[in-house]
């Protein structure tokens, strides 16, 4: 298997982070969705990482749909619990981290167009996304260890990995004063996953 993904992709390091978890060989093929001479859309026609190519040479995107088939392939370490009341919430949370990544990563983007063509009504509308969807990451979390309670699955580490992308792309966010237990949330997950620290996007990315 061979996955396509940016080091600074922060869904590429949500499904590093899965694949060390498991125990699940995989080899790294360092993608640039944004460079032109790419042939990412060959295998993804949305010309996004990541992308995971199976052996038979089938092609498995996107990050929600690669982490499942990971969690599916192997019984190790169990990221997607079996009940499906259970995984539904999981998922769901995932989905919640994901789409607050997504807001982040749009106004990344309009940030880096002209100033004169920044739409400041866009930019306040996806830090809505953010900060409402922090407030309820934080008030699922609560006091406990992970969101889901005592089992650590998917959904800490997509919210691990979209706070890991707010403080590396949009450090004004100060989203620790506002959410004290997101920010032991975050220091628990670099202590006790390994694989969190070491796909930490590189510096001066
Ligand atoms: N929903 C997708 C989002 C993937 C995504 O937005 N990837 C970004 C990099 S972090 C990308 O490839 N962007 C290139 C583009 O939008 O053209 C997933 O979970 O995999």
């Avoid at 790294?28 to 040479?57: I, M, R």
């Avoid at 259970?86 to 983007?109: F, H, M, P, Y």
């Avoid at 880096?112 to 900060?131: H, L, N």
């Avoid at 998917?154 to 691990?160: E, R, V």
């Amino acid at each position: 298997m061979k996955l396509l993904t940016s080091l600074t992709s922060p869904f590429g390091r949500k499904i590093r982070i899965v694949l060390a978890e498991k125990r699940i060989e995989c080899e790294l093929v360092e993608t640039n969705p944004f460079d032109p001479e790419n042939s990412l859309s060959q295998a993804n026609p949305l010309g996004k990482v990541p992308v995971l190519l199976l052996d038979d040479g089938a092609a498995v995107y996107d990050s929600r749909v690669i982490a499942e088939y990971l969690d599916n392939i192997s019984p190790v370490s169990r990221l997607i619990p079996q009940d499906h009341r259970q995984a539904i919430s999981v998922k769901r949370r995932e989905a919640l981290a994901d789409g607050i990544t997504d807001a982040a990563i749009l106004i990344l983007l309009e940030r880096r167009r002209p100033a004169r063509q920044q739409s400041r009504e866009w930019v306040a509308r996806q830090m809505t996304k953010i900060t409402q969807g922090l407030v309820t990451l934080s008030e699922e979390l609560g006091e406990r260890k992970w969101l889901m309670g005592d089992a650590f699955s998917l959904a800490d580490i997509a919210t691990g990995c979209m706070l890991g992308f707010l403080d590396f792309r949009l450090p004004d966010i100060d989203w620790r004063t506002q959410h004290p237990n997101l920010v032991n949330f975050l220091n628990r997950l670099k202590k006790e996953t390994p694989a969190f620290t070491e796909t930490a996007p590189p510096a001066n990315a």
